[in-house]
């Protein structure tokens, strides 16, 4: 799906368009967000120094890197970072970025290897980022002084997350909220089971808004919306809540609720959250006909039926069934572009074919994200349009306005270096 024709006629129209200062001051509160948000470039770099380079980004599981020179590659807009697991076992991420003259160095997304070779002049680099070889360089160079740029690095509870600035938010309070309830899940004995990526013609912002909000969950997801309490208005949830809250305590699970997305209450940390909602009668989990389709994670015991959300700073959600994980990812490639990451997390000693099928694993939120492809294309096409104007969040869309409000916060802070 190519981009609207509009994109460029809608940015051009605005002779003498205000400041950024004066549009996100601008903003008309409990309502989406000013075309320009979404379209002008000048916004765009904006966000890639205030928001793209400052916030951590979900970059797998540590059972990616299971043995030494194990490695992935992780892309982020216009930024690329190689995370490796060492010699000495421990994991690091560098920039992607060759110190001869710039070309990327490992153009593979993951494998295991001894050395990383730049395939442009041959310098080499080991897995702690060393250069150990870079040949014809002239009397007196010092290959000391030229190893691969390392990119901030940190772990929550087995979750890997890569930061493109030196400097980025703390993780300790996701660290220390969010290990009761990623506990009863045993998050760190996880493994990747499957892996999709999903490329969509639209701006970053309205990936995230979309996954953010199920006003639209009972019109354009059928097969969501059969099993997830959360399509119905709120008022509407509490009977089949408390019947999954009856069921928690006898299946291992505990009610936890946190709530410390508002970064603006903790100031130099990540956002994050946690909550467990109900599915409807007669779904264990997200799958086809609500059926498990893998084993119990953790150390629980039966299905409560419910499934829970965690959110991790501004690109990073996950859904936590009872016997699967499903994380979520969305980043920009650039201010017109953007990537959906999906990863499929079950227990470590689960073996594929005996103890969950991939394709049932995985089909619910390949054939939602399917959907939401086309629902965001729609809406992109839309909000190019030269009769675009926003219009007020539904009481169903608070989480969705709260991230508009931390979009709008982050702007309006002044001009940081880059790390």
Known sequence: VSNPPS?????????????????????????????????????????????ISRNWVL????????????????????????????????????ANVCRHRGSLVCLEKSGNTRK???????????????????????????????????????????????????????????????????????????????????????????????????????????????????????????????????KMEACGLKEIFIDHLDTKARPGEIGYGYSRTALFDGYLTGSRDGKPVAPLLGKLTDYDGGASDFSFGAFSFLL?????????????????????????LVRNDAEAGSDYDIDELTWLWDVTTQADKTIIVNNWKGVCSRYYTPGPFSEMERAERIYVEWILQELAKPQAGTG
């Open 7 to 51: 994109v460029e006629a809608a940015v051009s129209q605005e002779q003498n368009k205000p400041s950024i200062e004066a549009l996100v001051a601008a903003q008309k509160p409990g309502h989406a967000l000013h075309q320009r948000f979404y379209i002008d470039p000048e916004i765009y770099e904006l966000e890639l120094e205030k928001i």
């Open 320 to 344: 936590a069934y009872s016997d699967h994980v499903v994380c979520y990812v969305f980043t920009p490639v650039d201010h017109l572009n953007s990537r959906c990451e999906i990863y499929w």
């Open 116 to 246: 990383f070779v730049c395939p442009y002049h041959g310098w080499t680099y080991d897995t702690d980022g060393a250069l150990i070889a870079a040949r014809s360089m002239p009397d007196g160079f010092d290959r000391s002084g030229y190893s691969l740029r390392p990119v901030s690095y940190g772990e929550v509870h087995g979750l890997m997350f890569i930061c493109f600035c030196d400097d980025p938010p703390s993780l300790e309070g996701a660290i220390r909220d969010l290990q009761e309830p990623m506990a009863l899940f045993d998050f760190p004995n996880l493994k990747v089971a499957a892996n999709k990526s999903y490329d969509i013609p639209a701006n970053w912002k309205l990936l995230i808004e979309n996954y953010q909000e199920c006003y639209h969950c009972a019109t354009a997801h059928p097969e969501y919306a059969r099993m997830h309490t959360l399509m119905l208005d709120p008022g509407k949830r509490p009977r089949v809540q408390q019947q999954m809250l009856a």
């Open 59 to 94: 970059a797998g599981h540590v059972s990616e890197m299971a043995e030494p020179g194990d490695f992935k590659v992780l892309e982020v807009a216009r930024e690329s970072a190689i995370i490796v697991r060492g010699e000495d076992g421990s994991i690091r991420a560098f």
